[in-house]
């Protein structure tokens, strides 16, 4: 167990619907990464927070959108979702920012748009 | 920009075989080097990193990487590979500058019995 909670664990939506991931880092902890990961992509990063605060972009779409609120708790809400979003989503998090010793991460999220 | 390149995408090998899974990397900053692995059904665990120092670095269950300045490479190897090391295995660079950990393709391991 990593600490890093995500939920749900599975979610199925129809396409053109919008769903909320969540992710709880690991206690303590400030960052929080966002991942996509799919067979012909890889590892995708999509975007970082810091304490509240947007700190990375990756290739986040822009019907994708996240934040992480005072608690540190962060969410990765997608839009207009298409059948190529269909995905596992990961979280990770970190102790701090400008250095990274490890990043832990959840056990993610596996979104299928049908 | 950032990127990671794994040469091997899919390897597979016989128990006791010895295995290198190659990863290159692209940053001319300051970087620190990371080996993740995925087993079926589970979420990334690290296996090693690298921040400074010894370029040759040693990880959980016998694993251990190089880290090769010039060639801006930072490969996995183990000597004697075992059933339970199928799994996917991803290289990861992180820059303090840009503040992104960027992941490569991944690379799965098949090990036969």
């Known amino acids: 167990d990593s600490g890093v909670t995500q939920t749900p664990k599975h979610l199925i939506t129809a396409t053109g619907q919008r769903v909320t991931l969540r992710c709880s880092p690991r206690?303590?902890?400030?960052?929080v990464y966002w991942y996509q990961q799919s067979l012909d992509q890889g590892l995708q990063f999509l975007i970082q927070y810091y304490n509240g605060e947007e700190r990375a972009k990756g290739n986040i779409l822009e019907r994708f959108s996240a934040q992480q609120f005072p608690d540190l708790h962060s969410e990765l809400n997608l839009s207009s979702l298409e059948l190529g979003d269909s995905a596992l989503y990961f979280c990770?998090?970190?102790?701090?920012?400008?250095?990274?010793?490890?990043?832990?991460f959840g056990q993610g999220t596996r979104l299928t748009v049908v | 920009a950032q990127s990671v390149s794994q040469h091997n995408h899919h390897v597979i090998l016989s128990e006791a075989a010895s295995l290198e899974l190659g990863c290159n990397y692209s940053y001319g900053g300051t970087v620190n080097l990371f080996w993740y692995v995925q087993y079926p059904g589970q979420h990334l665990q690290l296996l090693l990193k690298y921040f400074s120092g010894d370029p040759l670095v040693k990880g959980i269950k016998g694993f251990e990487a190089e880290f090769i300045k010039s060639k801006f490479s930072f490969n996995l190897r183990k000597p004697s590979v075992q059933w339970s090391d199928t799994a996917e295995y991803f290289c990861?660079?992180?820059?303090?500058?840009?503040?992104?950990?960027?992941f490569g393709q991944g690379t799965t391991l098949q090990v036969k019995p």
């Open positions: 990861a660079v992180f820059s303090g500058n840009t503040g992104k950990l960027i």
């Open positions: 990770a998090s970190s102790p701090s920012q400008g250095k990274l010793t490890e990043a832990f």
């Open positions: 206690s303590g902890d400030l960052s």
